[in-house]
């Protein structure tokens, strides 16, 4: 059944006119899926694809006018003679002078220099170019006109120069005529390495079976009969198989014919090109799967290497510094005063790991495509602790997460090539990571306001609390020099004096106390603050060297699909 629709299909197919628009639309394509592949997949499978592109960009822009027909076959099978015969004369050695038939020769049918840089890119030297200049025939040749017939060595020449050349030309040629006798019609190279490997040009594939003249008339459709079998075998149906004898003008008609028809539709170079895109397509075809939807790395992934990440740049550490120097500078600004000189001697956390001062500020705008888009110079080193090995392979199986997470549903080798982007910057990672720490605003610069209240409260009261001493001290003084005592203004039961000294100490030691508990909640949220911040750094830096270039190629990929898509024959 399936071969059925199959034969249909082909017949279909090979009577829909070319579409050149949509040719080249299909090769614009293909160079897109270059493009955007480059660097993620392996050159060698790439290489059809890049000379395809080649190829047909030339093609294209040499001549839509000719069409370029090869005779080939095996030796003796009586390319030359069939060469000769359609040009109308002796040119091309047949034969007896087979060494010579090494070369390709061309012929032209019109104007010779139309076609001078085409039989160059052919890659005909011109001592081997004839014209069939159709004015020295009249009518008969008119028909031909655009036809560019070259007769090729044989491919089953002992000389490896002639087969790679056969080789070389049939990837050229816009048509193929394979020329073959009644004694070497079955021949296995010829099906296998030849034919079966043009099964996607049937539409600019000819069979001839020549020297019909030496089957007897009652052996002719046997023969003719097997061959077809042998053709479709090759998945060549639909391709004409004609009979021909290089003898009489007679014998070479229905080639004629064929060929006539090939230059009239100037379609041979558009349906060539579009078996090679074919060909190509169906070769790429496994390097991007159908329906893949999501193409982004999951968030929780990404959550769990920013974590890792945090762990190994010292987040944690630098938080609780934070928490303890906020605790510090707390005490340090609302204690009491005559304490604090006590309190300055013990070291700022923060300051320990060189940290807590204000960030610096870039001096140039940043490079673009400097690390993160921050500047290097001016950051000075901290002594955050180094990671740790379990720190380290916490990291390195995070960022290996990502790629197989992002890479899981991908065809080979992209999951290698999105495990090459996830570890690509890896060595820019501890810089980038001690860069995010050291430039966050851990936000303990800022002085709050109601430190400043309770501070200008504790000085008032020790302020009082010393008015109040130096009275005392200052009565006792009159007393003891025996001048007349100072009446001490009384506070209920307590003369002015004590009640200042006593009050101000008291209100002090209060003070202190009832501003402790509001300390540690400030400093627990002050560290979680400097974390928030820090892990924003650090996700940056995670996006930057491990997310985006994953992203990059789940984006390569993506349009890499869309490009085939575009440039398959089936759409
Ligand atoms: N009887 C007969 N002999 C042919 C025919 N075509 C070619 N020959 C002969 O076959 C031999 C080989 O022909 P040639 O054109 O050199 O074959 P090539 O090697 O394919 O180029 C020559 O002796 C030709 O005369 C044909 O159609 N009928
Ligand atoms: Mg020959």
Redesign the pocket.
Known sequence: MTDILGRVRDTFRSDQRADPDRLVERLHAINRFLGVVDGHLPDERLVAAHTLIERAGTRLALSRDHTVVALA?A????????FNSLARFEMSP??VR?PT?GVTHACVWGPLHDATRLLDWVGVLPRHRFVRESALDGADEAALHGLVLL?LP?FDSVEWSHRSEVDRLLGLVDLVVW?VDPQKYADRVLHRSYLREFHRHRDVTVVVL?????LAPDDLPRVLTDLRRLVDADQLSGVPVLT????TDA?TAPLRAQLEQAVAQRQAALRRLSGDADAVVDGLAGLVAPGRADDDVDRPTIRRLIDALAAAAGVPAVAEATEQAYRHRAVAATGWPLARGLRRLRPDPLRRLHLGEAPVAPERAPEPGGLLGIERAPVAATSVPEPTAAQRSAVGLAVRAVADRAGATLPDPWPAAVTAAARSRLADLPDALDRAVATTDLGVQRRPVWWRLVNAVQWLVTVAAAIGLGWLVLGYAVRALGLPELEYPMVGVAPLPTALLLGGLLCGALLSLLVKPVIRWAARRARWRAEGRMHDAVAEAARGLVVTPVREVLRAYAEARSALGVASARR
């Open positions: 076959g030796t003796g099978s009586g390319k030359s003679s069939l047949v034969g087979r038939t007769d044989d020329v020549n020297q019909a003249d030496r021909t004898s290089a003898l014998g």
